[in-house]
């Protein structure tokens, strides 16, 4: 069962309430969509997305009590701006995303998402679509690898990596990646994270182009929140995060006109106030009672009246 991460401050964040409409971009195991539903209890709204359709089925399953009050989407929520208004749902009161992967995904070893366990080299949230991590591995181009793992993994032998790769080639399974990525990396007792982790970091970002499925759902995000409405972004690496606070800050900026200019005449007015003024991380009780979401980073924004650039 998937623990959904800052829960109580999702809730807090929110403030589902009854009549509201809420999206949630990830609904993954339908943990904070319950929550969601519970606190806009009797008559709030939710559309949940996500990409993978097990999760789909397994969270309409799990909210089958609340039904009636959410409809579900097997998309990205990267399509939300045009998805979202079809369903009904063209001015809403709060925006989830709580980025990465659930950890039914993870311990699945067919979906090939973990280093640590032996399965298929696949890592599509969406098994019905798109390259898998495998098509990476064994199609492109050395330089291409490299550029994947320097990019999506910021890793520093990036073109190292991608040489054992191709010369490895046919790449079939975790376990045979896991072990290149280790052989090349040699030894070292001074580091902090598996060298097995950027690389899978970094093709699952590919695969999924997560980034730009993010760079699309903050866009729509602006487009569909009413006045008011909050935005929260649960994210799991740096290159999330960053993507996330520089979005806040640029939607939350009052004036762009260049610093050496003495007066004001842009006539800015932001679409976003930021409400978390530092990322907010879980508790050291939360870390222990469940050690994935040790690297989690939560941002939230509240839409502003008559936001333009
Ligand atoms: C961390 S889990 C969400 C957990 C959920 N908040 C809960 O409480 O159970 C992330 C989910 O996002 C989904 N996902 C990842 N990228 C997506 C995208 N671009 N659009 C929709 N869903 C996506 C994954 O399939 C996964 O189920």
Redesign the pocket.
């Known amino acids: 069962m ?4 800052l ?1 109580q401050e999702i809730i807090a964040y929110l403030q589902p309430r009854s009549g509201g409409s809420y999206i ?12 969601i539903l519970q606190a806009s209890d009797p008559d709030g709204l939710l559309l949940a ?4 359709p097990e ?1 789909i089925s397994f ?1 309409r399953e799990r909210l089958q009590e609340v039904g009636d009050r959410v409809t579900f989407v097997q ?4 399509e939300m701006a045009t998805l979202a208004p079809e369903y009904g749902f063209e001015q809403v009161d709060g925006i ?1 995303l ?5 950890s ?2 993870l311990e699945d070893n067919e979906r090939g998402f973990s280093f640590m366990q032996s399965g298929s080299l696949d890592m599509r ?2 098994q019905t679509r798109g390259n898998t991590a495998a098509d990476l591995v064994n199609q492109l181009q050395e330089a291409e690898i490299a550029e994947i793992l320097w990019r999506y993994g910021e890793m520093k032998n990036s073109r190292r990596i991608a040489r054992a790769i191709v010369s490895a080639r046919p790449i079939n399974s975790t376990q045979q990646l896991t072990e290149l990525v280790l052989r090349e990396s040699g030894r070292s007792t001074k580091r902090r994270i598996h060298p097995a982790t950027l690389v899978y970091q970094a093709l699952r970002i590919a695969v ?1 182009n ?1 980034l730009g ?2 760079e699309k ?1 903050l866009a729509a995000s602006l487009a569909l929140l009413a006045t008011d409405g909050y935005l929260a972004i ?1 994210s ?1 690496h740096s290159l999330e995060d960053r993507l996330v606070k520089q979005f806040i800050r640029q939607q939350s900026k009052e004036c762009v006109c260049p610093p050496e200019q003495p007066i004001c005449t842009c006539d800015t007015r932001p679409y976003l106030r930021a409400i978390t003024r530092k990322v907010v991380r879980p508790s050291v009780a939360e870390i222990t009672l469940n050690p994935r979401s040790r690297s989690a980073r939560l941002r939230v924004a509240q839409k502003l009246a008559g936001g333009h650039a």
């Open positions: 998937h623990i959904p991460v829960y949630d971009g990830t609904v993954g195991g339908g943990g904070h969509a319950k929550g997305f996500d990409r993978d999760a969270a998309a990205s929520y990267g989830l709580d980025l990465g992967l659930s039914r995904q949230f969406d999924n997560e499925e993010l759902g649960i799991f």
